[in-house]
């Protein structure tokens, strides 16, 4: 049955009363496991086989506590798929599959769009507005203030920090920003309520109008009743969520909290830290001094990706962090559209003509994975498209831009990163300086994935009000 183990199988069969008919290998959310079907007293059961991340992941929670958080939250009336049960032993939860469709897309409808958004903050606020004391959660206990779990989640953020600084020296703005967090705790003494943490679209399943599931509760943790909003603004930045602050306005009415806006700018901070050092950072240059050093000339995930989808993703992640940070810090950044960029070459319009015969293929592909490896070189064309025009501009700019900082001019970029990196964490370049410098890089980058990146280059932090 698939290469689904036996021992596994038959403990199906136990925890269900019913006979396990079959198991068809699946991916969610990055962690593999089991579409499940189960015959039982002649009826039958649809259920999914979840397993674990690794124990080095300690960023998420061990399957057997992120079951204990759904079966939490259904009890007062969230919508999840019901856990029918887990095995710490095998590292793998057993629960419903739920039919529906994941939200990375926004639905056509746009009244469709609303009701489904709305139902979200339904679910959102339910878990809210029941303190986190009055769940059953006893692998969290002691229930304490939002303040103390907080400074609790940053012990764990600074754990994780100070591991990969002993790996390879992390970033400036990835020390900045846990200093940052860990000197400005927001002064909130109300409930601490149950955070889901990476909370909004891509982690629910809708089905018509309405939600019918909530789900990945792997990041969940007491907290701010505000980090939740600050991860769906994040989701939202990523998927779309239609009107937002409306739909802000809607989850003070049903959940009694009031919306802050800073408290919302420091957990937008908060959750960029949580995601590791190195999430959002542009490389500069250490990365692939390491990989050179392993010999390591593979492929990036990034050029892995089948659909291109993660190329552009890292994109918006790096725009996403500097200005999460810029803004919590209150810098101002200058605007990210430019003034001035190479003249078109002539043989550009080369591009557009294998993009135009990549726009044919796709249409004439049957296979789903092949059609989405067409979209996929067709986004990289688009990207060498602008960086063909554009690349060799910005790199002049950027050398540019190190020199000023470093105060001598580097033979390369290749030289010219590493150094700046080091000089900002030896304090001999100013913080201001070298995030106005990551700034101006991410806007160069992003433009010449401006074509590629299609809508998500419109795309930023949302408004609260």
């Not at 991916?27 to 593999?32: L, N, Y």
């Not at 979840?50 to 057997?64: D, I, N, T, V, W």
């Not at 239609?242 to 408290?263: C, H, I, Q």
């Not at 959750?271 to 490389?283: I, K, S, V």
Request: overall charge negative; hydrophobic content about 40%.
């Amino acid at each position: 049955m698939g290469d689904l183990e036996q021992n596994l199988i038959d403990w199906i069969a136990v925890s269900t009363g019913g006979e396990v008919t079959e198991a068809r290998l699946a991916t969610v959310s990055g962690r593999a496991g089991y579409r499940i079907d189960v015959r039982r007293d002649g009826e039958p059961l649809a259920l999914f086989l979840q397993r674990g991340r690794k124990p080095s992941e300690s960023s998420f929670l061990p399957l057997a506590r992120e079951a204990e958080v759904s079966r939490a939250v259904e009890a007062i009336g969230v919508k999840v798929p019901h856990v029918w049960a887990v095995s710490e032993s095998e590292n793998v939860v057993l629960s419903d599959r739920v039919a529906g469709v994941v939200w990375f897309v926004e639905p056509a409808d746009v009244c469709q769009q609303v009701y489904i958004a709305q139902d979200y903050i339904r679910q959102l606020a339910t878990w809210h507005s029941t303190p986190a004391a009055a769940l059953d959660l006893p692998s969290f206990q002691p229930i304490r203030g939002a303040r103390r779990h907080q400074r609790d989640q940053l012990a764990g953020i600074r754990k994780l920090f100070e591991e990969a600084d002993r790996a390879s020296p992390i970033d400036a703005i990835a020390r900045v920003s846990l200093s940052y967090l860990e000197r400005n705790i927001p002064d909130y003494n109300g409930p601490a309520v149950l955070c889901q943490g990476d909370t909004g679209p891509g982690n629910f399943l809708y089905r018509g109008d309405e939600v019918v599931a909530v789900v990945d509760w792997e990041l969940a943790h007491v907290g701010d009743p505000m980090d939740d909003i600050a991860w769906l603004s994040w989701r939202a930045t990523q998927h779309g969520f239609p009107d937002f602050p409306e739909r802000l306005r809607e989850y003070e009415r049903l959940s009694g909290f009031a919306v802050d806006p800073e408290r919302v700018r420091y957990y937008r901070v908060n959750a960029c830290a949580r995601l590791g050092p190195w999430f959002g950072l542009a490389d500069m240059g250490e990365a692939g001094a390491r990989r050179r050093e392993r010999g390591d000339d593979s492929p990036s995930a990034d050029d892995r990706d089948s659909d291109g989808s993660q190329m552009v993703m890292t994109m918006l992640h790096r725009r996403m962090r500097l200005t999460a940070l810029a803004d919590a810090l209150g810098v101002t950044l200058p605007s990210r559209f430019l003034a001035e960029e190479a003249p078109v070459p002539e043989h550009a319009r080369r591009y557009d003509r294998v993009l135009t015969q990549l726009q044919t293929l796709a249409t004439l592909v049957a296979d789903p994975n092949a059609a989405r490896q067409v979209k996929g070189i067709a986004r990289q064309v688009k990207y060498l498209k602008g960086a063909n025009r554009n690349h060799a501009r910005f790199e002049r700019q950027e050398l540019a831009d190190i020199s000023r900082l470093l105060g001598r001019t580097p033979g390369s970029l290749d030289e010219g990163r590493p150094a700046l990196a080091e000089a900002t964490r030896e304090g001999k370049v100013s913080f201001e300086g070298y995030l106005l410098y990551h700034w101006n890089r991410v806007v160069r980058d992003d433009h010449m994935m401006r074509e590629a990146s299609g809508r998500l280059f419109d795309r930023t932090w949302p408004e609260l009000a």
